[in-house]
């Protein structure tokens, strides 16, 4: 997805974002923009830079290029009133592992003028999470459940996910689903969510971003998405008269024929259902990630 312009009501906008390490380009003149009060699943191959994207957009690892504001401020000089807007949930969870949940929840409550401990009692209680343990005894689940609690403590108007239940069972992984979708019914929350886990992303997810190539290459609501795209296989000649709304995907098989992976109307897919030199077929979220990320 291109981008026309900054509009003041996205409080995520990225223009022109290049990212390299040493001679490999990471990200590629990456434009974006996410609405408020969207919740967006980033998707991605392992290595296709979501990780890196997040960090450049948190001002936690400098880019080599390009624009990026949260809440109209340039990342790099983010307010001590924006930056307690935001709520970050990394990849592997940088806890004070000396102090206990207490000790470390205090410490984070002292930044935020808008803490909730009704919030943060509630979820210690529900994922029966001790307050006086240290954290360094804790295993992995409740570490991350502790990461979590501590992102969302203040109610951010932005919350930013890095594969955040990787560590959760699935329960777990359901109750934090749960939460963020309260999250968002109640306070209007605007979330980016990255998970390799795509049963969680359907549970959740409002829009799905595909990164690939360094470009954000396709966004789209989920619903849509799967509603309107198919999977179109036959000869090059036959597919060279379609005419889908969108193509997604175009590419070669070993027996000659070429596979048209596009978005169409309905007039469309009843026609296409009704040929007998095409062969027909609906994705899956799995099937479609694989696809639009080659």
């Known amino acids: 997805m291109r981008c026309s312009g900054f509009h003041m009501h996205a409080p995520i906008k990225i223009r022109g974002l290049s990212k390299s390490f040493e001679s490999q380009s990471v990200l590629n003149q990456l434009d974006w923009e996410i609405e408020a009060g969207s919740i967006v699943g980033l998707l991605g191959r392992n290595g ?33 009133d924006v930056k307690a807007k935001i709520g970050y949930v990394p990849q592997n969870s940088d806890l004070f592992d000396w102090l206990t949940p207490r000790q470390m929840l205090n410490y984070f409550k002292s930044f935020y003028p808008h803490w909730n401990d009704t919030k943060v009692d509630s979820l210690m209680e529900r994922w029966e999470l001790p307050f006086d343990k240290v954290i360094s005894k804790l295993s992995g689940g409740q570490k991350q459940r502790l990461a979590i609690i501590r992102a969302l403590a203040h109610d951010p108007e932005l919350l930013v996910l890095d594969e955040p239940v990787a560590s959760l069972d699935p329960a777990g992984r359901r109750d934090f689903l749960r939460e963020i979708v309260d999250s968002v019914i109640d306070k209007n929350t605007t979330i980016l969510f990255s998970t390799h886990i795509l049963s969680d992303l359907e549970r959740v997810a409002m829009k799905v971003a595909f990164l690939s190539k360094g470009k954000i290459v396709h966004e789209q609501t989920l619903d849509d998405l799967m509603e309107v795209s198919l999977q179109v296989t036959g000869q090059g000649a036959v597919l060279n008269q379609l005419r889908p709304s969108k193509v997604l995907q175009r590419s070669n098989l070993m027996n000659g024929e070429e596979r048209l992976l596009g978005q169409w109307t309905e007039q469309q897919t009843n026609e296409l259902y009704r040929r007998s030199d095409v062969r027909v077929e609906k994705l899956s979220l799995e099937d479609l990630f694989i696809e639009m990320t080659k």
């Open 48 to 80: 296709a830079g979501k990780s890196t994207l997040i960090e450049c957009l948190l001002g936690l690892r400098q880019n080599n290029g390009g624009e990026i504001q949260i809440f109209g401020e340039p990342t790099n000089q983010l307010s001590t």
